[in-house]
């Protein structure tokens, strides 16, 4: 990071965690968007008609991100994944998945300080993102660690089916649901799995939490929904008719994202996987000896 990106950012982040407050205290006071109206006219997806979906050709740049890819299939980012500004990366997001503005300038500010570019003025390529323990870390719930798998821009088909399964929630249409739990539990299964299968995994406080975000937006913005995820964690693509399940009029604030995000966090018992995964090679290594 440069001089004056580091010198301003203290000030940047205290004025996005204000404005993200005011944002949540608005969504809390006034009527959220009415169902089929979340993404707003003119905006691709508008009302659930979403651009087509080009599955990414050879030579296309993509990241770590599914949701981000998704965008890049259907033609809202450019198709390529190339020369995007980290503006257009806000908007898209804002108007694609109905995240609070504050998070929608934060997230990209973040990446383009961790790449070193001016979220003003520079661009990036989707396959950028994925810059290893800035955003991206070890022990995702759709990719196997970047020491295992260089490339982190496709889904790992079998991870993603492990994660759908764990769903033991139901809709009121009886579909499949994916709870607060069974993320916890996936992702303490993956950091269990992760940690013995990669000599090079790294793990911290802030990458664990970033897991845990990450994943938190099946909850949130996909309401847990697998038929929506589904297509969207294997393809990258969007469900038909699809629309955030979030309706507040300023987005998913970061305040509120909290909500679900430290639950999560905070159901990760690693431990306890470890312990199951041990009783369960015992008696085998009994009835061997
Ligand atoms: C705002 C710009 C965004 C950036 C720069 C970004 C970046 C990333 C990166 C680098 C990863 C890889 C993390 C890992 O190693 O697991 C990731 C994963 C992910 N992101 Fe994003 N993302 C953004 C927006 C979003 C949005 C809007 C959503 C949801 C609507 C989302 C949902 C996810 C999910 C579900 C994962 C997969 C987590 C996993 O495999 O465990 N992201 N993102």
Redesign the pocket.
Same mark, same amino acid.
């Given at each position: 990071m440069g001089l004056v990106q580091k010198l301003t950012k203290p000030f940047i982040d205290t004025f996005v965690f204000v404005w993200d407050f005011n944002l949540f205290l608005l969504n809390v006071l006034l009527p959220a968007h009415k169902p089929g109206h979340v993404v707003p006219a003119g905006a691709p997806g508008h009302g659930g008609t979403w651009p087509v979906y080009i599955a990414p050709k050879d030579g296309d740049s993509r990241?770590?991100?599914? &949701? #981000?890819n998704a965008l890049a299939n259907h033609g809202i980012l450019p198709h390529d994944g190339k020369n995007i500004t980290f503006k257009e #990366?806000?908007t898209s997001?804002r108007q694609? *998945?109905n *995240?609070a503005p504050s *998070?929608?300038f934060f997230?990209?500010k973040?990446?383009a300080d961790f790449l070193d570019r001016s979220y003003w003025n520079d661009k990036f390529d989707l396959a950028d993102?994925?810059?290893h323990n800035?955003?991206?870390?070890?022990?995702?719930?759709?990719?196997h660690d970047?020491a295992l798998v260089p490339d982190?821009g496709k889904?790992d088909l079998q991870?993603v089916d492990e994660l759908l399964k764990e769903a033991t929630g139901k809709t009121s249409e009886g579909g499949a649901l994916l709870t607060k739990k069974d993320l916890s539990l996936a992702?303490s299964k993956?950091r269990y799995a992760a940690r013995k299968t990669n000599e090079a995994y790294t793990e911290s406080k802030f990458h664990n939490m970033?897991?845990s975000a990450?994943?938190s937006? &099946?909850l949130t913005?996909?309401g847990g929904r697998v038929d929506d995820l589904r297509p &969207?964690?294997t393809d990258e693509r969007f469900a038909p008719n699809w629309e955030?399940r979030i309706l507040s009029r300023f987005g998913l604030t970061m305040a509120a994202f909290n909500g679900t995000v430290l639950p999560v966090e905070r159901g990760i018992d690693v431990k306890k996987i470890e312990q199951q995964e041990k009783a369960r090679q015992q008696p085998q290594s009994e009835t061997v000896t």
């Open positions: 990241s770590a991100c599914p &949701m #981000l #990366l806000n997001v694609t *998945f *995240f *998070f929608c997230v990209p973040f990446s993102l994925s810059k800035a955003i991206e870390h070890d022990a995702s719930l759709t990719r970047a982190q889904p991870l992702l993956r970033f897991g990450n994943s937006t &099946m913005i996909f &969207m964690l955030p």
